[in-house]
Every structure is written in C-alpha cells, then in structure tokens.
C-alpha cells in the first residue's frame, strides 16, 4: 500500500491557522465589506462562476481549498449548486455571453446571499478593461459585497476575505 | 408497552437523530486527517443545518407537491427504522414490528421519495439521478434479501430483536461461512443504498458522476436541511444495522435505565468506528464507473447466494 | 333463501337485461344503463363471494340445457375468493366506464399507428357515429355480458360448464378488445393474436379436462375429485401439463403471454382493467382447483415446473415493464410479472403440499390468492388512470406526458395510490402479499423438517427471484409515475388535459379505497383466507393469518409485522417534523423562481428525462436479455452532406420472446397447411376414396376392439 506509506510519511501538510482577521486588517477588504457575518456564521457554502477569467485566480482558489491552506476548516465548502450555496465566487470579467447566466446564479441563489468578487479583473476588469467580449466588472451585474484584489490574489488573501463571511 | 420501554425508543431515535450529523462530521474529519489537512472539525454538519434553517425555502415553477413532500418522506421513513431496529435495546415495545424485510422496504420507500422529487424539478440532472438511484437500488434489492435470507434461516425468524438475540445467544456463529459471508454482502449493499464510495461520490461537482447529489440539486433552505439530516440519518441507520446484525454485544436486553445508557454509548462507539473505517477506506479507492457498479452487485449477490448454500449445507 | 342462490340470480339477471337495454337504448343514457348493469352485476358477484367465504356452499344441477351433458354450478370458498374478487372489479369498472364511454375527451383520434411518434389530435368530431369508438352499441352491450360470464367461470362445476362458459367469456371478451378496430391498425392484430391464443388455450384445457374426466369415469368436479386417485402417473401428469398450459395461457405467463401486452393496451380503458385485474385471475384459479383439488395436490415435479414458469415470467414481465414506454404497454408487462409472483407462490405451496409441510403450504397459497386479490385492486386503479389520462390527452406515450399533476390532480394522486401499491411499498397493498410469499420462501430452510436438496436449491433463488423483481418493479413504477404526470409537460396534449368526469373518479376511489384497506388492515382477509384453503385436501390446515386488526401474525411460524403501525408512525413522523420546521423557520414562505438549469435560460420541456431515457440504464444492463433495436437516420440539406438538418432517433425493445418463438411455430403450420391444401385438389374420386377407406378403417378398428 504505497498511499498509505505515503500519509504516514507526509503527515499533515496544513499550515496553522491564522488568528481571526478583524475587519481592518484582512488584505484587501473593500470598504464595502460587511460588518457581522449574521446568518451565515459558522457555515458557508461557496459556488464560484467563471465568468470570463484566465483560470488564474481558478488555481489560486483550488490551491486555497487544498491541503496546504484547507480552507474548509473555517467553515467553507464549495458546493455544485447554487440552491446549495450562500455565497458565489465570481471570477474574471463578465463576458457578454456570460452576462444573463451569472444573472440566472445570483437568481437562484437563496437569500441570504453574498457574492464576493475575487481578482482584479472581477473588481475592475483589471487588464482586459474595454475588449470587445467584455460586458463589464462583476459589481456592473449583481451587486458585490466583498471584493479580494490581486492578479491572482495569493490564496491567503482570499482565505481571509471569505472568514470574514464565517467568522471563524 | 413500558414506560422503561418508550423511553428506550425515545433514547435511540434521539441518538439517530442528534447522532447522524456527528457521524458525518467524523467520516469528514477522518478522510481530512489521512488527507493531511485540518478539517472543519465534527460538529460542522450541524452548523451547516443551524444555518440552512435560516435560509429562504424556493419552489421551482413546475413542481408539485411531491417535491415538497419528499424530504418528509425520505425523513419519515428513516425515522421509524431509527425507532424501531434494535440499535440500543432489544427488549422495546415495538420489536413486534421491527421485520427485516419491512426495515428494507422502508429503506425503498426513502429511496423512491427522493427520486420521484428529481424527476419532479423536471431537469435534465433531477431524471439522470433517478433513472441511477433507482437501477442501483433494483439490482441491490436481491443482495440485500439474500443476506438477510440466510441470517433469518439462522434464527428461523425475520424479525430483528431475534436475529441479535440469536447471535448474542451463540456468539461462536458469527464465525461461520454463512454469517462471514453475508457480512461481506451486506457491506457491498450499505455502501450501494448510503451512496458513497466506490458506487458514489457524495463530494462531486460533475453532475455526470453525481447519482445522489443530482437529485438534490434543486433543494435549498429548510428542504435541503432535511434531506441532509435524513441522508445522514440513512447512512447512521444502515451502519447501526450492519454492526448490530453482526457483532451484536452492547445491546441491552432488558429496559433497565443503567443498560440502556451503556448500550447507547457501546452503539455510538461501533458505529463511529465503523464510521471511521469506512471513511478511511474511501481515501485508498477512486469512484468506480457507473456500469461496472452492476457488476460489483452482481457479485455481493453470489456472496449472498453463497451464504444462503452455507446456512444450508454447513449448518 | 340462500344468499348464493340470490347471487347468481341478480347476476344473469342484471346481465340479460343490461345487455338488452344497452342495444335498445339511445346514445345519450346508454353509457348509464351499460355502466349500471355492469356495477349490478359486480354486486351481485360480491354477495355470492361474500357469502361463499363466510362459510356457505351451493351447487346446482340442470339437465338438458346444454346438448349431450348436464349443466352443473357449485360454489365454494375457493370459487367465492374469486368471485369476489371479481365482482368487486366489475362494480368499479361499470362505474368508471359510465365516464369512459360518455362523449367528450381526446380519445377518440385517428391515429394510423398507436405506437410512439403521433401525437394525440384532439377530440374527433363524428357527427355520424359514436362519440367515442367505446361507446359503440355492441361494445357496451356485451360489457355486462363480459362480467356475468367471468363470475359464472368460478362457480362451474363440470368440464362442460367450464368450457361453455369459458368460451362465452373469451367471445364477449374479444369483441369488447376489438371495440376500437376502425380507429387503429393495431387493434386488429391483437385481436387476432387474441383470438388465437385463446383459443390454442381453450383446446388444451379441453383436451386436459376430458383426459381427466375419461380417467375418473365421470364429468362432473365431484366425479373427477372421486376418480382421480385412480388415475396413472403418467395420466395424472399428462393432464396436469395441459392444464397448466391452456389455463397459464389465459393468466398470461411467459411464453404464452405474447397476447397480452397486445390486447390489453388496445382494447379500451375499463376493458383492460377488467381483463388485466379479473380475467388473467382465472387461469390461476383454474391452476388451483385442478391441480389441488381435482387432482388431490400431486407430485412435487409438477409444482417445481410453476415455480420455474412463475420466475421466468415474474423476471420477463417485470424487465419488459421497466423499459417500456407506453403506459398501457407498461402496466400490461406488470401484468404478466404479477401472476409469476402468484404462479411462484402456488408453486411453492404444491411443492411442500407434496412434501407434507402443510403448514407453509397453507401459507404460500394463501400469499398468492391474497396477492391475487391485491392485483386486482391496484391494476384495476392503473388502467382507470392510464385511461383517464388517455381519454384526456389522447396519449398513452409515457415519452409526451408529464405535467398532469397541477392538471388533473385527482388522478394523479389516485395513480400514486396505484403505484405504490404495485411497487411493493410500504403503505401500499402489494407489500403485505409480497411481505408473505418472502415469509413462506424462508422458512423452507429452517423449521422442523430438515428441508430436501430440492428445496434448499429453488427457495433461496425463488427469493432473489421475487428481490430482484420487486427492486426492477420500483424502479418501473417510478417511471410511471414520475415520467408520466410529474415536472412539466412533454407536449401540446398534454398541456391541454383536464380532469376526469365524476364518474371515473368516483371508479378510481372505489379502487383506491380497496387498495388503502387491503395495505391498512390485511388481517380482514384472515378468516376467509383460511376457509378457501379447508377446500382444499392437500392443503388444509389452521389459519395461516393470525393476528389482530392492528398487526399480521404467521400462525405456526414465526413472524409478525404491522403495516398499519409502520404507516401510523411514517405519518406522525413525517407531520410531526414538518410541524417542527415551520416552527423553527417561522412558517416563512417559499420563493417561486424558475429551475435551475446549469445557467441555460432556454430550458425546455423537450429537456426534461423522458422514459426511454430513464429506463436506458437497465436497457444497458440487461441488454442480452432484452436485444434492444436502435434506428437512426441523418437528415442532411440538400445544399450539402456535412450540413446535418434532422437526426431522427428510435430505440425499441421487442418482446424477445414472441420474435424468437412464434415466427418457427407459425411457419411450421404454415407449411403444413400449404401441404395439406395438396390432399385437397378438387377431384371428387379421390374425395370419395377418402371416405371409402375412412370407413374401412373404421370398421377394422372397430372389429377388433370389441
């Protein structure tokens, strides 16, 4: 059994988690941040939507839900369907074809919901500002209540946005 | 009907209840330590319900009350197999009832509640999850009454509160071809009806591999809070019948209070060590394709068979 | 006044007289008056069976009635269960076909072809001819005629009787499946199926009947029950094996069911309940009173060779159900897997009859006449609903409905009460026969007696028979009834349907109710259930039920289970949760939002999983049982080959079994018919040849036999 010698030799691979991020101190929280998690506290269930990216803040995303930074030990989980989930992850410059879907998501979300834009080009387009594909930034579309800048934005900065949701 | 015997009942349904969501916590908090990772920790599952039951309940255009009903249903159906197996004593008021068989239809009839509610959303993803669920279930339907054919010819009754008191009696035949045999059958089948490795993935986000999740999809707020429950109380009830069918000792015998709460912590401690192996078993396999699934029942059908031949001849 | 006597009175009477007023009456009323007559008739039945199993028997003796032979009527227990059975079917199918056969509804198309591809039209304006091909003045006619002849079967007494009736049954019968013939292709060729088949099957039972009654020196059953202990072995068998095969025809089992997933779909609605609920019933008790009765139980080969037959087409039956997609196709084939589950019961208790465990044999029959009972009551309420949904639709094709549940939810919720019943839950009536047949296969094994090498082989792969059967018949009936009326409609007919008359819901309730007290209170079947089985000598014992009205207890073995307390706790279960969310959520209201697609905002109904696509795994799986066809033709413009304009997809699964069987057997006759049409060439010496050595052959045979 090569896996199992392989766990025993590895052992845990998570780095230790941070202190709880205050409101002021979390990388990149935009102003408009919610103050307390409220009903979400605890619990989140993400569904991130590409809604145009380069797959850049794709990784970083994956590698903040991998070993290394395990984000789900806050409370975060990525979920297949938006009926499941409290919060979407939207990445990437909405494209005009991706424009009415990312709607359809933010439609069949349940409230409460929150809808975090991670990477620059979600917040501002970022370099693909004015291509032709490109309808807009992801706040043009549905309204964003927590922004995570960066070209990616390392998995760190992410992680302490989306504790801001759980609180934990 | 006892008084000692009612709260007994209440005990195991509490423990079921209150338990299922721990249990799932564990299996998650297992794979994540083999994984290397921190985990969320054991009690999330039920954070995750304290915060579904804040959320807004929809009602897809299109859907009909068996969309509504079908998490009451699914739940219902567990609830009295929770009441009725002897999980924590055999001596309840409702042994009388507690058949093999019955446990097992009220099983299917979990099973059909759900997956009339996918094909009700009328997507493509709700029929895809039950045209699966249910041949799954069809073809594990013989494995499953085989075994519990050949551990009722044991006994020479179907009835549960027999069958552990049987093997409590002769504890020397729970080493038996027969018994061994349709133990390995019966663990192919839980694993088949609970929906988890090798048959299912329950962590996937590719529809085409989903068969449970798909036709959860459309569920949100306080549905989708008693579908989790219930399919966590699913998977705590069939591994409480495979632990208490085959190693049996723990169970109380009698109503008295102080056995009833040794029984209860002995069934809890089984069943998240069954919990735990399992959960480490699904970290060494990836998910089998769908049309060999029928292949892996087609052979815990010929273990059930052969436990049967066994109880015959070797008995 | 014995109340049998009566009975049978109201019967013939309510018969004769409904059949008259039905081809005397005006189009308007003649619906009622047909309909009436037929729930009168079914009356009628019901007293005598009810009567019959409360302990009371009957016999009556007419000479001259019938040419050369006595006409002979004798009720019993054993006949009573299946005249009540019977006549309780007829009351609810005379009610429903008052709706059925009444003018309105869409189910009067002209289609060229039943089979998918068509959709229904709509409603067809006739002006000259009835409004519905149903509602012809013969097809209503002879419905009460159809019903009195099915209940006079069980109460015959001598071969004669047997056959006359027998035969007037099949007749009545053929007409009422050919009642739509103008409208379809199809209905022409069942009938002709039909009306062979029936017949290959009424010249076996002769052949057996008369073998047995030259044998026992009498015609009459007491005659024949006297005499048959004198048979030989290989007589006794001789007859047994044709019984089985001219009564096991007419109850549809495999290879001799190829009639019926052809008759029964196309003949109309309430026709095929009574067909598919009370007259396949018929050949088992034909089974039953021969085999157990006449011929003193027998020996074990020939209960083992039911068994075998009764799996065989519980396995074929059920796996042709579950990949149909015709709903009246479908609810056929379940047909055909329900008597297998009755046939493996009757099986099974021949084989510890002849055993001498008299105990489980008790037991299994008693399963499978109650499974009979439980059949008739929910088939009955799927053929109402299939023919509700088609006389509001037009469609049968599972792969165009959908949507009926905000549309007609009456039925809806009546079929559910149906399916559930037929998928062997809990909560439904199928359950608890099922629940019984599984307890008498199990304990073979264990018990008293050290069961023989027979028994310890075919019991257990009886049990995976009966497992996989009723897993692969949930999986059928969820199709059924997921496909059929849930999520959103497949077509523009479907869109358009509307409820039901008063008079088909009120056919379906009286099924439904049926249904709902055979699932909550079996033990109501106890006492008769034992009295059918003290008619029997192999077979008689104490009561094989116990129990009191809340749990069903096995006498003599043990087992106990409560159905009304697994429902009693499902309900407190599921309400009493509901009632603790609306606490803790506050009773907030549901958000109405459109389905969650994937994103896709032009989702449509075309979209959604049709049947052919939720039966598609089983096809795979079992696709060397089942040898699929699949045709599909590429449309390309004509401007260009690459250019793809229509992909047009087909996928059929044949009954395997008639392609494979029948088309030989009917060559064969073909070729010998075309030889023998050459002894026939026209020349009248060598006709009167014919006749002169006849004669002499005759005479010679005759001279040295006396």
């Known amino acids: 059994m090569s896996v199992l010698r392989k766990i025993i030799r590895t052992g845990r691979v998570a780095e230790p988690s941070l202190p709880v991020p205050s409101v002021d101190a979390a990388a990149g929280a935009a102003p408009a941040a919610p103050a307390a998690p409220g009903p979400l506290a605890g619990s989140v269930q993400l569904r991130h939507i590409d809604a145009g990216s380069c797959n850049g803040c794709e990784l970083e995303i994956a590698s903040a839900f991998g070993p290394v930074y395990d984000a789900e030990r806050y409370g975060l989980r990525l979920v297949a369907s938006p009926r499941h989930a409290d919060a979407l992850l939207v990445t990437g410059p909405v494209t005009r074809n991706m424009a009415d879907p990312l709607r359809a998501v933010f439609d069949a979300t349940p409230n409460p919901k929150r809808v975090v834009a991670v990477g620059d080009c979600a917040m501002n387009c970022g370099v693909f500002a004015g291509g032709h594909g490109v309808e807009g930034a992801v706040g043009d579309i549905v309204p964003v209540d927590v922004e995570v800048p960066g070209c990616p934005p390392t998995p760190e900065a992410i992680i302490a946005a989306l504790r801001g949701l759980t609180g934990r | 009907m006892t008084a000692a015997g009612v709260v007994g009942v209440l005990v195991q349904v509490a423990l079921v209840v209150g338990g299922a969501p721990l249990l799932v916590g564990l299996m998650r908090q297992v794979r994540a330590v083999l994984e290397g990772r921190a985990g969320a920790g054991i009690g999330q599952p039920w954070r995750d319900l304290r915060k579904l039951m804040k959320k807004e309940a929809i009602r897809p255009e299109g859907t009909s009350w068996v969309f509504t009903s079908g998490p009451l249903v699914l739940f219902a159906s567990t609830l009295v197999i929770a009441a009725v197996a002897p999980f924590v004593s055999t001596a309840s008021p409702l042994d009388g009832v507690a058949d093999l068989f019955a446990v097992v239809s009220l099983l299917l009839l979990g099973t059909v509640a759900l997956t009339l509610a996918g094909l009700d959303t009328g997507t493509a993803f709700g029929g895809m999850g039950a045209s699966r669920e249910v041949t799954i279930a069809a073809l594990a339907e013989p494995t499953i009454l085989l075994a519990g054919f050949a551990l009722s010819a044991r006994v020479g009754s179907s009835n549960l509160a027999d069958i552990v008191a049987g093997t409590l009696a002769t504890p020397a035949q729970v080493l038996s071809p027969a018994t061994l045999l349709a133990a390995v059958a019966f663990a192919v089948v839980v694993i088949a009806e609970a929906g988890r490795l090798p048959v299912d993935n329950p962590a996937t986000h590719l529809e085409l591999t989903m068969i449970h999740e798909a036709m959860i999809l459309e569920y949100a707020g306080r549905d989708l809070a008693v579908v989790e429950l219930a399919s966590a109380m699913r998977l705590a009830v069939l591994l409480g019948l495979s632990v208490n069918l085959f190693v049996p000792w723990g169970v109380a015998t009698s109503s008295a209070p102080l056995a009833l709460l040794g029984a209860t912590a002995v069934f809890a401690l089984k069943v998240g060590l069954l919990g735990a192996v399992l959960a480490a078993f699904e970290v060494f396999i990836a998910k089998w394709r769908l049309f060999r699934v029928p292949e892996l029942l087609a052979g815990s059908f010929l273990f059930g068979l052969l436990a049967v031949s066994a109880s015959f001849f070797l008995a | ?706």
């Open chain 3, 1 to 706: 006044m014995n109340p049998i006597s009566v009975g049978l009175v109201v019967v013939a009477a309510a018969a004769l007289v409904g059949a008259a007023a039905g081809a005397l009456a005006p189009a308007r009323t003649r619906p009622l008056v047909t309909g009436t007559a037929t729930a009168v008739v079914g009356l009628g039945g019901v007293l005598v069976g009810v009567a019959a199993l409360g302990g009371q028997t009957w016999s009556l003796t007419v000479a001259h009635l019938l040419p050369l032979a006595e006409t002979t009527l004798a009720v019993d227990a054993l006949s009573g269960a299946f005249l009540l059975l019977i006549g309780a079917v007829a009351i609810a199918a005379g009610v429903y076909g008052i709706g059925y056969t009444s003018p309105g509804g869409a189910h009067a198309t002209d289609e060229d072809d039943a089979a998918p591809g068509h959709d229904g039209v709509g409603a067809h304006d006739d002006a000259s001819g009835p409004a519905t091909a149903a509602a012809s003045r013969t097809a209503q006619a002879v419905l009460p005629l159809f019903a009195a002849a099915m209940l006079l079967v069980p109460a015959a007494a001598s071969v004669s009787t047997l056959l006359v009736l027998w035969e007037l049954m099949a007749l009545t019968s053929l007409v009422l499946v050919l009642a739509e013939h103008r409208l379809r292709r199809s209905v022409r060729d069942a009938g002709l199926w039909y009306a062979g088949m029936t017949h290959a099957g009424l010249v076996a039972i002769m052949l057996g009947l008369v073998v047995l009654a030259a044998g026992a020196g009498g015609e009459s059953f007491a005659a024949m029950r006297a005499g048959s202990a004198g048979l030989s072995p290989a007589t006794a068998s001789c007859v047994f094996v044709l019984i089985f095969l001219g009564f096991g025809s007419k109850a549809g089992m495999v290879p001799l069911h190829v009639w019926l997933p052809r008759a029964h779909p196309e003949a109309p609605s309430h026709v095929s309940a009574l067909m598919s609920a009370a007259m396949v019933t018929l050949g088992l008790y034909g089974i039953i009173r021969v085999g157990f009765d006449l011929l003193g139980g027998g020996t074990r080969w020939w209960w083992l060779l039911v068994l075998a037959v009764g799996s065989v087409s519980a396995l074929y039956g059920v796996l042709q159900a579950s990949v149909a997609a015709d709903l009246k196709r479908l609810l056929a084939y379940s047909t055909t897997e329900n008597v297998g589950l009755m046939l493996m019961g009757v099986g099974a208790a021949g084989v510890f009859a002849a055993e001498g465990n008299r105990v489980l044999a008790g037991l299994l029959l008693a399963a499978a006449v109650l499974h009979a009972v439980n059949h008739a009551a929910f088939k009955a309420l799927l053929f109402f609903g299939a023919g509700s949904v088609l006389r509001s639709t037009g469609l049968r094709d599972l792969d165009r409905l959908g949507g009926l549940a905000s549309r007609m939810p009456v039925t809806t919720a009546l079929f559910a009460v149906g399916a559930l019943g037929a998928a062997g839950l809990p909560a439904g009536n199928g359950f608890v026969s099922e629940w019984l047949l599984l307890q008498g296969l199990i304990h073979s094994v264990t018990g008293a007696m050290a069961p023989s090498v027979v028994v310890a082989i075919s019991m257990p792969l009886a049990v995976a028979v009966v497992a996989l059967t009723a897993g692969l018949g949930v999986a059928t009936f969820v199709k059924a009834f997921g496909v059929g009326f849930l999520a959103r409609p497949r077509s523009a007919a479907a869109t358009g349907a509307t409820e039901s008359p008063l008079s088909m819901r009120a056919g379906m309730g009286l099924a439904a109710a049926a249904c709902t007290a055979l699932a909550l209170a079996p033990s109501i079947a106890g006492a008769p259930l034992s009295r059918l089985l003290s008619v029997l000598p192999s077979v008689r014992d104490g009561a094989p039920l116990a129990g009191s009205d809340v749990s069903l207890r096995l006498a003599g073995i043990a087992g106990s289970m409560s159905p009304l307390l697994i429902v009693v706790g499902l309900l407190v279960a599921g309400l009493g949760a509901a009632a603790l969310v609306r606490r803790v959520t506050h009773g907030a209201p549901r958000r109405a939002t459109p389905v969650w697609g994937g994103g896709s905002t032009r989702l449509s109904p075309r979209m959604e999983y049709t049947a052919t696509s939720f039966a598609e795994p089983l096809i795979r799986v079992f696709d060397d049982v089942l040898r699929p066809e699949q045709d599909i033709d590429v449309t390309p413009f004509a401007e260009s080959e690459f250019l793809i304009e229509s992909i047009s997809y087909r996928q059929r699964v044949p009954d395997r079994v008639e392609a494979r069987l029948y088309p030989p057997l009917l060559a064969a006759a073909r070729r010998w018919g075309q030889w023998s049409r050459g002894i026939a060439n026209g020349s009248v010496h060598r006709y009167l040849a014919y006749g002169f050595i006849g004669l002499l052959v005759v005479l010679v045979i005759v001279g040295i036999t006396s």
